[in-house]
């Protein structure tokens, strides 16, 4: 079956720490580019993060410097690390595999609290 799993969401404090998981099956995982969207109550999903099948990390502006993206080819994962967050980072946040057709997962939800 072919799908993505996210957890590590949860509610943090202003300036507080989280770390995002989200492990594939069902997909060749080295073949994907994956990225990390998120969507915000009453907001567009976002485009957050992405690392490409050769590990090249891109990030939107208003995270550069505090998120981390990171894959494991050998456990089918890609992570996102969160420091410094800030209450307009609270939202659901999906996981994404793009090789051709696009996976999305269910998402996690992460609120920050000032």
């Known amino acids: 079956q072919v799908q993505l799993v996210e957890s590590g969401g949860g509610l943090v404090q202003a300036g507080g720490s989280l770390r995002l998981s989200c492990v594939a099956s069902?997909?060749?995982?080295?073949?994907?580019?994956m990225a990390w969207y998120r969507q915000a109550p009453g907001k567009p999903r976002e485009w957050v993060s992405s690392?490409?099948?050769?590990?090249?990390?891109t990030y939107r502006e208003s995270v550069k410097g505090r998120f981390t993206i990171s894959r494991d080819n050998a456990n089918a994962t890609v992570s996102l690390q969160m420091n410094a967050l800030k209450p307009e980072d609270t939202a659901v946040y999906y996981c994404?595999?793009?090789?051709?057709?696009?996976?999305w997962g269910r998402g996690t939800q992460v609120t920050v609290s000032s």
């Open positions: 994404n595999a793009k090789y051709g057709r696009i996976i």
């Open positions: 690392v490409t099948t050769g590990g090249r990390t």
């Open positions: 069902g997909i060749i995982f080295k073949l994907n580019d």
